[in-house]
């Protein structure tokens, strides 16, 4: 009796999980008859309506949003291919930098009245993937997308990975000269 008693407690684990890993399934694009796993949605940080929307002010409100002051902007698309997952309404850009943040600028059609919509790439570094219904618009208005911005941090090391670096040539000078 215990063995067929631990037998359902699997089964009733087993289902928990895939409950649970559910929400995490990709999103995929067909490309010339290829299905392409595009990852996840991204995380939408914010959106605004921004009245000045050239790349020093888009820049600007990027790291004031993330609190990176770091940041480049690695690319900028106006003639973008967006393409249409299995999900009505969740479309997908392939990015070409694999950018940490990306920027969906809009001409006007959101419900909410923003025009700018930032991103955090967390899903897979070579896809942006959004829905069009959690920005306000309905799926038929992918073609009011203005341009698209890719961002990235710059590479600076940080000041304990420097004093890694540092105590370990110490250590390995001093090893070297204790040897002698």
């Not at 921004?50 to 106006?78: I, Q």
């Not at 991103?119 to 203005?146: C, H, M, Q, R, Y």
């Amino acid at each position: 009796m215990s063995s067929m008693k631990r037998f359902f407690q699997t089964v009733m684990v087993m289902c928990a999980l895939l409950v649970m890993t559910a929400p995490a399934w990709p999103y995929s694009v067909t490309i010339r008859s290829n299905t392409i796993d595009v990852g996840g949605l991204d995380t939408i940080i914010t959106s605004d309506k921004l009245r000045n929307s050239g790349d020093e002010a888009e820049l600007f409100w990027v790291e004031t949003m993330t609190g990176f002051a770091d940041l480049v902007l690695d690319a900028k698309y106006t003639d973008m291919g967006w393409f249409e997952t299995n999900v009505k309404g969740v479309y997908a850009i392939d990015l070409r930098y694999n950018s940490t943040y990306f920027l969906v600028k809009t001409g006007k059609g959101s419900s909410t009245g923003d025009d700018h919509f930032l991103f955090e790439n967390n899903e897979s570094p070579d896809w942006g993937v959004i829905s069009l219904a959690e920005l306000g618009f309905s799926s038929t208005t992918i073609g009011k997308i203005s341009h698209v911005d890719e961002f990235q941090r710059t590479s600076v090391p940080e000041p304990l990975t420097v004093v890694l670096l540092g105590l370990g040539l110490i250590g390995l000078g001093s090893t070297r000269k204790f040897l002698k």
